[in-house]
């Protein structure tokens, strides 16, 4: 590579390379690249700055693109609730010469597909927060989104958090409860209960009163009156 790929273009303001063995400048009498921010791969430092016959030098900041670590979705899959995007945002690193930039500007896209396998998955119009609210649209659909991270320099590559293996649930709701007398069972049918076996773990006792013909209340107290 030629200086003068630099010198001829004295508005350039970031380089990136992508190559991981740095190619050599076949000329490092130039100046106009302190006024450049360069841009390398994770982990090349020593190919490209401590290696001085490479003669990248000089620049005004050395840098590696920024990269989102741990993307996961944290949250209740369920109609009406709030899903965020986990993730760490990473432009840490201990190599010498290395400038570290803070995030900003980082863009996010969320989706639903029709199985956990991303069938028909399509982005969700105007779903660009870290933050998504599961709409009725969603019930029985699998979400997911991407990152994007970015700096005021540069921006990083785009990770998926992967599909959520739960289906979007239906806000619980109770269409009708019948009580047996003489079997002593109430049967009680809705949308949205959750599907699990044991005791204590449907129903909040405390939010369900039963009221009699006459008018009379029974407060549930207790998970052990509940089956």
Not at 77 to 92: C, F, I, V
């Amino acid at each position: 590579i030629s200086g003068s790929a630099f010198a001829a273009n004295p508005n350039l303001e970031r380089v990136t390379s992508e190559a991981i063995e740095a190619p050599s400048l076949s000329s490092s009498t130039f100046t106009d690249r302190n006024t450049i921010d360069l841009f390398i791969p994770r982990g090349t430092a020593d190919s490209y700055i401590n290696n001085t016959g490479a003669s990248w030098t000089g620049f005004k900041t050395v840098n590696y693109p920024p990269r989102a670590t741990g993307v996961s979705i944290s949250g209740v899959m369920r109609h009406g609730k709030t899903l965020t995007a986990s993730y760490t945002y990473d432009d840490s690193t201990t190599d010498r010469g290395i400038t570290s930039n803070a995030e900003s500007g980082t863009t996010f896209q969320w989706y639903r597909s029709t199985s956990a396998s991303g069938t028909g998955k399509t982005a969700i119009s105007s779903a660009t927060s870290s933050t998504y609210v599961l709409t009725s649209n969603d019930i029985g659909k699998y979400i997911s989104y991407t990152v994007t991270p970015k700096n005021t320099k540069i921006t990083g590559t785009t990770v998926d958090s992967g599909i959520n293996s739960t289906a979007v649930t239906a806000i619980p709701a109770i269409n009708s409860a019948t009580y047996n007398y003489t079997s002593g069972n109430l049967v009680v049918s809705g949308v949205g209960f959750a599907a699990k076996s044991g005791l204590g773990n449907d129903v909040d006792v405390s939010k369900l009163t039963i009221k009699g013909a006459n008018e009379a209340t029974y407060t549930l107290t207790s998970t052990s009156d509940v089956e």
